[in-house]
């Protein structure tokens, strides 16, 4: 079965930056929206980010003004550029996309550490 393969996460301090990137482990159907989410210890998945073919995006209040999503329709990647990172960004963070065909994939997540 097709999966999702995030990379980039790691330890960071407050104020730093990472990048995340996601790529399908195999072929799959025409994308049509893209996004990251985030689950934090103790707390539900959330919304970060999407983006959708025509290169609309959406941002939870949050992270606006610090992240911004990217894609590539060709290769079916999504990317996640994340600054002025805070310590309530930790959280496991998880790639999603959605076919034209109602199909959803899902990564199997990445760790983002931010020390105070």
């Known amino acids: 079965q097709v999966q999702l393969v995030e990379s980039g996460g790691g330890l960071v301090q407050a104020g730093g930056s990472l990048r995340l990137s996601c790529a399908p482990s195999g072929s799959i159907a025409t994308i049509n929206v893209m996004g990251w989410y985030r689950q934090a210890p103790g707390k539900q998945r959330e919304l970060v980010a999407t983006i959708t073919s025509d290169g609309s995006t959406n941002y939870a209040d949050s992270v606006k003004g610090r992240f911004t999503i990217s894609r590539d329709n060709a290769k079916k990647t999504v990317s996640l550029q994340m600054n002025s990172l805070k310590p309530e960004d930790t959280a496991v963070y998880y790639c999603?996309?959605?076919?034209?065909?109602?199909?959803?994939?899902w990564g199997q997540g990445t760790q983002i550490i931010v020390s105070s």
């Open positions: 999603n996309a959605e076919s034209v065909v109602g199909s959803r994939y």
